[in-house]
């Protein structure tokens, strides 16, 4: 089965961006250190001319067995529950699967 690619983008509310990202590195740290089939897990903030921000999560699994471990981990939850019981994110998370179709990555 060939990888898959995620992105996620969350968007916090006005002056919760920073927690948000805090508890993404706290996840990243995890992800890194026990699901070592997730091959990339770059967060990444985009500032729009309003102010507002979303965070843009860059997400690459070996297999859809993968990404079904990292989205039902306990951690996975558990920081699920903490954005919800701290009320951080002012809209529904918005997951794309998405299909490269051309371009490359070599020069990274």
């Known amino acids: 089965m060939s990888q898959i690619d995620l992105i ?13 990202v805090e508890l993404l590195k ?7 250190e026990n699901e070592p089939d997730v091959l990339r897990y770059h967060i990444n903030v985009e500032t ?20 079904r471990a990292h989205g039902t981990s306990k951690e996975f939850k ?4 903490k ?3 701290e009320d951080l994110v ?3 998370m918005q997951l794309k699967v998405v299909k490269p179709v051309g371009g490359f990555a070599a020069r990274l």
Do not use: C, H, W
């Open 48 to 67: 729009k001319k309003s102010g507002e921000q979303e965070v843009i999560m860059l997400e690459t699994y070996k297999n859809k067995e993968a990404m």
């Open 90 to 92: 002012g809209r529904p």
């Open 8 to 20: 996620a983008v969350i968007t916090p509310k006005p002056g919760k961006e920073d927690r948000v």
């Open 78 to 81: 558990a920081f699920q529950k």
């Open 83 to 85: 954005i919800a019981a």
């Open 26 to 32: 706290e996840m990243a740290v995890f992800v890194k």
